[in-house]
Antibody
Framework: EVQLLESGGGLVQPGGSLRLSCTAS????????MSWVRQAPGKGLEWVSA????????YYVDSVKGRFTISRDNSKNTLYLQMNSLRAEDTAVYYC???????????WGQGTLVAVSS | QTVVTQEPSFSVSPGGTVTLTCGLT?????????PSWYQQTPGQAPRTLIY???TRSPGVPDRFSGSILGNKAALTITGAQADDESHYYC??????????FGGGTKLTVL
């Protein structure tokens, strides 16, 4: 069974940093691109970032470029999202997802909450 | 800037059929956008229904189907059930690794 488990969320002050992790199991991790998707409280879903299977190519939504860095360690079956210079508008539940196809996220993790507040 | 559009809300009667759509503010949706669909109930992670236009995620009943209708992607639910009442989101792949979500449709079954 494919499983994704996020961790690393929490409360952080504006301007602070946080690193999210997503541990994968049940599939050959290195063969698949992975994405992070977030959902602000009471809002819709927003794609944030993606990374190719070998980690060589990364993509970001404009609002996080230069602040967030996606990476992966295929030896540990783990996906990361390093978030710097956090803003109140980054407050959201962050989900990791395996890309079954371009733009096709399947399955999803259970999510981890990031709250940016003073 | 191109925006992905969805109906904000829709309602369907139990046992009925409903088609939700996913469009672009500029241009037509085709299979090259690899449209996908997700169901989400409050407090839960999204559940994948359809990706690559019409590929059903394992375990998703065939009451859910995806297609291209005219210039939009479409999700059709037949034999609507009470537990289909959820938010439904579409995603369009814009190329160069970029995916964009629609604003979501709140489906009511009544």
């Amino acid at each position: 069974e494919v499983q994704l488990l996020e961790s690393g969320g929490g409360l952080v002050q504006p301007g602070g940093s946080l690193r999210l992790s997503c541990t994968a199991s049940g599939f050959t991790f290195s063969r698949f691109a992975m994405s992070w998707v977030r959902q602000a409280p009471g809002k819709g879903l927003e794609w944030v970032s993606a990374i190719s299977g070998n980690g060589g190519t990364t993509y970001y939504v404009d609002s996080v470029k230069g602040r967030f860095t996606i990476s992966r360690d295929n030896s540990k079956n783990t996906l990361y999202l390093q978030m710097n210079s956090l803003r109140a508008e980054d407050t959201a539940v962050y989900y990791c997802a395996k890309e079954a196809a371009p733009g096709g996220f399947d399955p999803w993790g259970q999510g981890t909450l990031v709250a940016v507040s003073s | 800037q191109t925006v992905v559009t969805q109906e904000p809300s829709f309602s369907v009667s139990p046992g009925g059929t409903v088609t939700l759509t996913c469009g672009l503010t500029s241009g037509s949706v085709s299979t090259r956008y690899y449209p996908s669909w997700y169901q989400q109930t409050p407090g839960q992670a999204p559940r994948t229904l359809i990706y690559s236009t019409n590929t059903r995620s394992p375990g998703v009943p065939d009451r859910f189907s995806g297609s291209i209708l005219g210039n939009k992607a479409a999700l059709t639910i037949t034999g609507a059930q009470a537990d289909d009442e959820s938010h439904y989101y579409c995603v369009l792949y814009m190329g160069s690794g970029i995916s964009v979500f629609g604003g979501g449709t709140k489906l009511t079954v009544l």
